[in-house]
């Protein structure tokens, strides 16, 4: 008679794959090998190598879609090549990208992160406060906690950012920093605004902003 453990079976190994499958289907976010271990019931380093090897089956079939390991999880996306079908299908006219002057705020805040509006506005010579809005209306951007010398708001960037552009960790960002100044370099003009930011800000402006002021006098 066969001694009766109390240890799980494992999912036998021609249902790991549909397995895996399945769950990342309906993730909303990138799901890290051991969370999908926990769902299929299955063993890690098992699974790590079922997902390598589902995200080189989809290359080699050509799928329209491909499996990717992007900011410490996995998660489906659609294959480039495709992505004007895609983005076609969704936008379906309207304009949803964002502008050149949010970009240029992103990289700011990305390369020189933790940093206030005030320091962001100052490297970029005109007013953020409403491309910073739309940033972290966006998901892109978020609160950092305090400047301990003047109070004032710090902002960083999110995980879903490195998921939208694609990459783990923002040491994997092109070496674009030497072309932005040195926060010490602002550090004159903004001297004088020794004030917190202000606490309350206007109605949100639409998501497209159509101009920028001129950044305040520090």
């Known amino acids: 008679m066969t001694e009766q453990t109390d240890e799980a079976l494992p999912v036998p190994v021609a249902d790991l794959r549909p397995a895996l ?13 051991v969370a999908l271990a926990t769902a299929v019931g299955y063993p890690e380093p098992q699974v790590a190598e079922a997902l ?9 079939q050509g799928r329209g879609f491909e499996l990717r390991n992007v900011a410490g999880g996995w998660r489906y ?4 090549e495709y992505a004007p079908v895609v983005e076609a299908f969704v936008l379906e006219g309207q304009q949803a990208r ?27 010579g005109v007013n953020v406060d409403g491309v910073m809005r739309t940033l972290i209306s966006r998901g892109l951007v978020e609160e950092a906690g305090r400047d301990g010398e ?19 960790s923002l040491d994997e960002l092109p070496d674009l920093a030497p072309h932005l100044p040195e926060l010490a370099d602002v550090e004159e003009e903004l001297a004088p605004a020794s004030e917190p930011e202000r606490a309350e800000e206007p109605a949100e402006e639409s998501v497209e902003e159509s101009a920028e002021e001129p950044a305040r006098d520090a």
Request: net charge negative; hydrophobic share 45%.
């Open 21 to 33: 499958e399945a769950v990342l289907m309906v993730a909303d976010q990138p799901l890290d090998a």
């Open 52 to 60: 390598t090897a589902l995200a080189t089956e989809y290359d080699e």
């Open 150 to 168: 003047h109070g004032a708001t710090l902002y960083r960037t999110t995980a879903y950012f490195l998921e939208r552009i694609g990459i783990v």
């Open 98 to 124: 964002l502008t050149q002057a949010a970009l240029e705020t992103l990289a700011v805040v990305a390369y020189q992160q933790p940093v206030s509006r005030a320091r962001v506005s100052a490297v970029r």
């Open 77 to 80: 996306y659609t294959r480039e």
